[in-house]
């Protein structure tokens, strides 16, 4: 008998440690395009894309051909002893997706929550002062200063402090659930004003480095503040000497429909991290932003041993060139459209579905018991990801209540397929509430 799912999973439980836990029982042998499939020969449509990380498909023949390509070449020599060309064409493509038109400096680490904290530390050496100011519902990583980022205690935090200092948290502009019971547009943006009494009643601008967010909050439960927010807490923040860093880990790469997300709202950051679809599925990540921000770290100040691995450079620079030769943006914003206006339809049909919110392809559905009270649905929301499941369709949940499901399918990803899985979707939907 070949392998099975249950006899990995079996082996699984006995050698990796039981806090690195998967949300599925299911072992991909593997996967092209929207579709993995698991040792056994089953199909199913990804539309957790690997959490963000496969914008543009799963084992894409270009992707493949340039790994190959350079594996044959060399896989290391530390770029920090003896460099090569690889992140010097990855950073001048970076330095011209991010917004901004200055002078620009890139720096390559491995995974998100590496470029969060090189962003940090960036920001303090540049500005020398210490705080940091991020928000309620983000996910930042899970690394020390990661977890110290990141807004959820559990799973992420319990039992695995203490946490790093001068890191302080306000109310995200959460409008379905509006922290300061107001709502859009005739609350002109409170929340965003809030921050000029942070800095009395919390921490002072004297001593604020930066101001750290995701444009779209991903394990938040891609929650999109009105475009005005970033404008006003830009104004904010310029004003008092304040770095605004945009966390795009997750929204980046096309996932909104724009190469990035801050695109959208007309504000640039002083500071971005990339990561996720950035190498479609190589581990880098990369942190752009002002040079004259970027520049002022002392020589050797940052840096790693892995940090523009070549294989994942090479993987980068085929992702770029995939955007531009399959027009993926335009592709992801009618699969945005699609979905956002099916989701729309399961709202009108369902009163389990409370709210529909996101940007572009980015696009979630928050799930309720109750509309008037807005009690989460998380049992529901459960049931709906296994049941997707069991029908061959790949789902997320998300969200502070784990009542919230995200959309991150591959933005190659067919209409016919889109619509397979849309159709599963709204079949779970009338079983886990009847």
Do not use: W
């Not at 699609?338 to 049909?349: D, G, K, N, P, V």
């Not at 928050?366 to 499941?389: F, H, I, N, W």
């Not at 009542?403 to 939907?429: C, H, K, S, Y």
């Amino acid at each position: 008998m070949g392998t099975t799912n249950s006899s990995l999973h079996e082996l699984r439980n006995q050698v990796i440690a039981k806090g690195n836990v998967s949300g599925t029982d299911r072992y991909i042998a593997h996967a092209r395009g929207a579709v993995l499939t698991d040792v056994e020969g089953n199909d199913y449509l990804d539309f957790g894309g690997g959490i963000a990380v496969m914008n543009v498909g799963h084992s894409h023949p270009k992707v493949v051909a340039a790994i190959k390509e350079q594996a044959e070449k060399f896989t290391h020599t530390c770029f920090m002893v003896t460099p090569y060309e690889g992140p010097v064409r990855l950073a001048e493509k970076l330095i011209a997706a991010v917004p901004g038109d200055g002078p620009k400096s890139v720096m390559l680490v491995n995974s998100g929550v590496e470029a969060v904290e090189n962003a940090v530390k960036i920001a303090r050496y540049s500005t020398g002062k210490p705080a940091i100011i991020v928000f309620e519902g983000a996910f930042h990583g899970r690394t020390l200063m990661g977890m110290s980022l990141t807004s959820k205690v559990k799973p992420y935090k319990m039992g695995l402090g203490p946490f790093a200092p001068e890191v302080y948290r306000m109310p995200y502009a959460y409008c379905y659930r509006c922290p300061y019971g107001r709502e859009y547009p005739g609350c002109d943006v409170e929340c965003a004003d809030k921050l000029k009494d942070f800095f009395v009643n919390h921490v002072a601008a004297e001593q604020t480095a930066a101001i750290l967010f995701e444009p779209v909050q991903g394990e938040g439960g891609f929650i999109a503040p009105p475009k005005e927010f970033f404008q006003k807490l830009q104004a904010i923040c310029r004003e008092n000497n304040v770095l605004m860093i945009a966390d795009e880990v997750q929204s980046g790469m096309g996932r909104t429909g724009t190469m990035f997300a801050m695109e959208q709202y007309g504000v640039e950051a002083d500071l971005t991290t990339s990561a996720k679809s950035l190498a479609a599925g190589m581990p880098l990540s990369a942190v752009v932003g002002r040079k004259e921000i970027m520049d002022s770290v002392h020589a050797s100040g940052i840096g790693g041993t892995y940090n523009g691995n070549p294989l994942s450079c090479a993987a980068a620079l085929a992702v770029f060139e995939i955007f531009e030769e399959e027009q993926l943006l335009d592709k992801g914003k009618k699969l945005g459209a699609m979905l956002r206006e099916s989701l729309l339809a399961m709202q009108r049909e369902c009163d389990l579905v409370g709210d529909v919110r996101g940007l572009g392809p980015m696009v979630a559905m928050e799930l309720v018991t109750d509309r008037k009270t807005k009690e989460p649905a998380a049992a529901e929301t459960k049931a709906l990801v296994k049941y997707c499941l069991d029908r061959g369709v790949i789902i997320l949940a998300c969200g502070a209540y784990g009542n919230i499901i995200r959309f991150l399918m591959p933005l190659v990803m067919t209409e016919a397929q889109l619509q397979q899985g849309i159709d599963v979707v709204r079949e779970g939907l009338v079983a886990v509430r009847s």
